[in-house]
């Protein structure tokens, strides 16, 4: 939830941040009038609250026909402090509920506009040219035509048993996903993180507290026997962790990465990359989540970037990092980082990482604070970002695919893969040497 104080004392940003959100800004004043209404409401009741105790202690001196004016006249007013409670409480829940429908104040700099108004900021690496290695003739295979050869993937059992978009990884597949994940724990505990293996069900407040119950709601799979969800990410798990704590932050950052299963109903997507295990409903996923200090929220967002890129480097990958637009946020974030690695068979870029600084959005509404060195207590910033998951198989295989189908292993994973220099398939179906 953003910070009233600033919308109080600075509407005008975010009325900003609401348009180039492309949200509306209408909801800033809709806010503002509920929590005046409110304030309104709260002075009134202290007036008439002060003058209830001052009639006390007249009635309690008063005698005869004086004293049952006095408790006439009390019984009125304590029906008026009744009413002006319940106004106050009422302004209040509506105010809440308001501020949580507005995004997170965007920071300076981030591109206006939706989902194609990203700005690059770097190219990292070169694609490969296939045709110049192997010549004109050669045909780019993609994804899953490698993994059918490697008998890494399978979509058809995989639609068999739980419809589309499900998929199996097996052997080769299975190995690869393990070794991604496991390189990825590696490279967050030289990091300072501390592993973690997260709940993948979660209680309303805490997915709601992470912001993902808002416009993207129908994303998100709900066990409505139980009253829980299933999370698309372990960051709502993370976030979660430390709700209603306040924190000691004096040593620095504290650091978690989270191992989890992921679930996405996938409700917007039909027809999008029904191919493979680009976009599917469950997956795996290495996810780094920081709590830090509001001054140095930006700084960890550049370090957990960093520590993307170390990975997108360990599998020598090429990539571009972009700024994505405000409207391509989510609520939560205030600023994000996508790492997007090449796509041979697709001759575009897909989107491997992503990295946010939540600022204090989600520690308002999950009240995670901290004490300051001078004893002050304060909502903490939240930051977000993924090591590894479960689509880099896919590009993997695509940019390191070989001319009769076998894959070059990355030597960053190689010690992950038992020493696998390459993956090579048989007429039976996957084998490696």
Known sequence: MIDLRLLRQDPDVVRASQRSRGDDPGLVDQVLDADARRRAALADFENLRAEQKALGKKVA???????????????????????????????????????????????????????????VLRHEGTPRDFAAEYGDDFQVRDHLEIGELLSAIDTERGAKVSGARFYYLTGLGARLELALLNAAVDLALRGGFTPVITPTLVKPEIMAGTGFLGAHADEIYRLEADDLYLVGTSEVALAGYHSNEILDLSAGPRRYAGWSACYRREAGSYGKDT???????QFHKVEAFSYTTVEDAAAEHQRILGWEEQMLALVDLPYRVIDTAAGDLGSSAARK????????????????????????YQARRLGIRERTADGEVRPVATLNGTLATTRWIVAILENHQLPDGSVRVPEGLRPYLGGLEVLEPTAAGGSSR
């Not at 006249?73 to 507005?102: M, P």
């Not at 796509?343 to 939540?358: F, G, I, K």
Request: charged share 25%; glycine share 8%.
């Open 61 to 119: 001196a008063a005698q005869g026909a004086e004293k049952q004016t006095l408790l006439s006249h009390g019984k009125a007013i304590a029906e008026q402090v009744k009413a002006l409670q319940a106004d106050a409480e009422d302004a209040e829940t509506t105010a809440t509920a308001l501020a949580r429908r507005i995004g997170n104040v965007v920071e300076p700099g981030v591109p206006s506009g939706g989902e194609d108004d990203y700005v």
């Open 275 to 281: 191919r493979g295990i680009i976009r599917v409903h």
């Open 337 to 360: 980082f996508d790492c997007e690695a090449w796509l041979p068979s697709q001759s575009r870029y897909l989107e491997l990482t992503s990295t946010s600084n939540c600022t204090t």
